[in-house]
């Protein structure tokens, strides 16, 4: 028995059931194929359910998933059958929300494609390797944030485009000396 809480995937689609950003945490889903099959079908099996306002439940594939809508977006999060929906639903929350801060309440498919690197950044401060490390989304766009703008940061904290800005600065400065 798993004594700490274990995410499957975080997944945000658009409203077609298409990729957005998506994140698997366990070898339940093997290849790419199977992945996509599984969005597919967790897309067709939600999409005619009416969860805008509050998350929505649904057991589906042995899986427990947690849901919500906002505009042209999709947010899941997957657990195991018997895992806490109390905690996918915070963890949930947690995504949704820090999506919202980070687009600045713009939330729908176009803003979130411009803005995808804070997205996947997003994911990262939320879970990693299924194991649930925040929830409250001013703690995890704080963290975003923080990556985001440390030019400061030894390179092996930094994105790759951070990282390529930071050369390109160290080049420029050596140049001009």
Same mark, same amino acid.
């Given at each position: ?7 499957? !995937? ?27 099959? @599984? ?10 359910? &009416? ?8 057991? @589906?594939? &042995? ?24 905690? +996918? ?5 947690? @995504? ?23 997205? +996947? ?16 989304? !001013? ?15 030894? +390179? ?22």
């Amino acid at each position: 028995m798993e004594l700490c809480p274990l995410v499957k !995937n975080i997944l945000l689609l658009d409203s077609e059931g298409k990729r957005i950003a998506v994140k698997y945490y366990s070898d339940d889903w093997p290849t790419n194929a199977a992945k996509e099959a @599984f969005e597919k079908a967790v897309f067709a099996k939600t999409q005619k359910t &009416n969860a805008r306002t509050d998350a929505e439940i649904t057991m @589906f594939d &042995n899986y427990v998933v947690v849901y919500k809508f906002v505009q042209d977006l999709h947010f899941f999060v997957t657990g195991g059958e018997n895992e806490n929906e109390i905690i +996918l639903a915070a963890v949930l929350q947690g @995504f949704y929300d820090a999506v919202g801060l980070l687009l600045r309440g713009t939330v729908d498919k176009k803003e979130a494609l411009e803005n995808l690197d804070l997205i +996947l950044l997003c994911l990262d401060e939320i879970v990693d390797g299924g194991i649930i490390l925040e929830t409250d989304a !001013n703690v995890i766009t704080g963290k975003v944030a923080s990556h985001s703008m440390d030019a400061g940061a030894p +390179l092996s904290e930094q994105t790759i485009t951070q990282a390529l800005a930071t050369a390109r600065e160290h080049l420029t400065r050596s140049l001009l000396k």
